[in-house]
């Protein structure tokens, strides 16, 4: 079940970041591809500091995949940024489960 507005499916993960980047800029950056509806900058717990990634979700999928066509190895703020999708966590059945569905066709 995904609640509204937030398909999972087209969240992006955005890497390398200027520390100096905030929210607005990333969001600025990625809705050029389609509507985003949300921009995630983890913080660190201790310091509150940007840890220097973010997560961006579109409203479609494809805006999601355009992005990261686009904008992988980009430079936003003089950082050049990673863009790929987020690795799933652990419910995927680790690292091995991965690379081995890749060679089943």
């Known amino acids: ?13 955005v890497g390398g970041l200027n520390f100096a980047t905030g929210e607005d800029a990333v969001r600025k950056a990625f809705e050029k591809f389609g509507h985003v509806s949300d921009v995630f900058l983890p913080k660190d717990r201790e310091s509150n500091e940007p840890r220097g990634f973010a997560f961006v979700t579109f409203d479609e999928v494809r805006d999601a ?32 489960g991965e690379h081995t569905s890749e060679l089943q066709s």
């Open 1 to 13: 079940g995904v609640e509204p507005g937030r398909n999972e499916e087209a969240k992006i993960f």
């Open 65 to 96: 995949e355009d992005a990261i066509k686009d904008m992988d190895g980009t430079t936003i703020d003089g950082r050049t940024i990673k863009v790929n999708k987020p690795q799933p966590r652990g419910d995927a059945g680790g690292e091995i």
